[in-house]
């Protein structure tokens, strides 16, 4: 895996001279021997689980074209972590081999290409959606990717940001979405984990812009969570049919967009919920990868069906989002109109800790690592 990563620094525009060729990482230790003939269960039951992690020692990465080096202090935890802790969402060509996908902390080299900027200058305090290797000491990300810190908000809270703002943004707002055009003011959407990192997120994030949000969660006080951020109404899925209680909610008339991150059998329950000429965006599938749906349904109330991972998007894109966050959201976070709850800090060396409340699904809003002091 070491072998993935240039060893060699390229000269950069500006550089801290304290920066260690060697770092430290979190590593997925790969424990899977499963023989040729194992079954698809079998291997499932054998992927790396939370103890795979590991603390090591890795080469720290060079500055490339249009990047920043950023010593990490804080990273977050997220659902697609896992996943490719797994190897069940590999990196894609030419990104980092290593865990984490936002990070906040100070730049501490400029690459060439990367423009004289505020919060881009060596010394600056910055977060950043990254390509990678988040869960390690230094992290490389192109700078347009990367964010200012608003004042009211901390260095931990700011290593939670980026992927789930990011990832709300593009689906429910930017134009460049699968769907290709982005909700409007008094549009309904309903979130499905509304206490996740994401569906904190987007309950603050519609509401801010003027949307209706409601959303799903698994107990009373994970309901009580949602309406606390926002949402109209909460559902707790364990003792409620959504589907029933949509209808109701909305007088039958249905809902613009469902933001789903279960997939699976909740795909024809929110076909189910749509308003006429609704969406559905796929962004994650913990319910399962395959579903049925009536495509009767689909045509009859022009219905459309978008999935996306931002992950493989290119720089110009989320360079974009970054831009729009810029523009519309951090004015919100700075009025304190949208906040970052952050459920449990994790030392990197606990990042296995992380990873298993990640999966049990007990926490409300982000889970962060401490990855060293600012």
């Known amino acids: 895996m070491h072998a993935l990563l240039r060893c060699r620094r390229l000269a950069s525009r500006r550089l801290f001279s304290s920066i260690p060729s060697k770092m430290r990482v979190v590593e997925v230790k790969q424990q899977n021997n499963d023989p040729p003939t194992a079954t698809p269960d079998a291997q499932r039951r054998r992927r790396p689980g939370p103890d795979s992690l590991h603390v090591t020692e890795a080469p720290t990465p060079e500055v490339g074209e249009g990047e920043v080096?950023?010593?990490?202090?804080?990273?977050?935890?997220?659902?697609?972590?896992?996943?490719?802790?797994?190897?069940?969402?590999?990196?894609?060509?030419?990104?980092?081999?290593?865990?984490g996908l936002e990070v906040a902390g100070t730049v501490v080299a400029v690459g060439p290409s990367v423009p004289e900027s505020p919060g881009l200058s060596v010394g600056d305090s910055v977060m950043a959606l990254a390509n990678g290797g988040g869960y390690a000491e230094y992290c490389a990300v192109p700078h347009g990717q990367c964010l200012d810190i608003p004042s009211n908000i901390d260095m931990i809270q700011a290593g939670c940001i980026p992927e789930t703002f990011f990832t709300v943004w593009h689906n429910l707002f930017q134009q460049q979405n699968v769907f290709g055009t982005s909700l409007k003011k008094g549009d309904s959407v309903l979130i499905h984990g509304g206490t996740s990192g994401i569906g904190s997120t987007a309950i603050q994030m519609a509401k801010s812009m003027g949307l209706t949000p409601y959303a799903t969660a698994g107990s009373t006080k994970k309901c009580e969570a949602c309406l606390e951020l926002g949402a109209v109404a909460a559902i707790n899925y364990k003792t409620e049919d959504f589907v029933m209680r949509m209808k109701e909610l909305t007088n039958g008339k249905g809902l613009n967009l469902v933001l789903d991150m279960v997939a699976g059998p909740y795909l024809t329950k929110n076909l189910q919920v749509l308003a006429t000429e609704g969406r559905i965006a796929v962004i994650g599938s913990l319910g399962g990868v395959h579903s049925e749906l009536s495509m009767r349904d689909l045509m009859r109330r022009r219905l459309t069906v978008g999935g996306s991972t931002l992950r493989a998007r290119d720089n110009a894109i989320k360079a974009k989002i970054a831009s729009d966050l810029k523009e519309h959201i951090w004015p919100m976070i700075e009025k304190g109109q949208i906040s970052v709850r952050v459920d449990t800090m994790f030392d990197m060396e606990e990042a296995a800790e992380a990873h298993r409340l990640m999966e049990s699904s007990r926490h409300i809003g982000k889970i962060a690592l401490r990855i060293s002091k600012p």
């Open 69 to 99: 080096l950023v010593k990490v202090a804080t990273a977050g935890v997220n659902r697609p972590d896992v996943l490719q802790r797994l190897g069940l969402y590999p990196p894609p060509p030419g990104h980092s081999p290593y865990i």
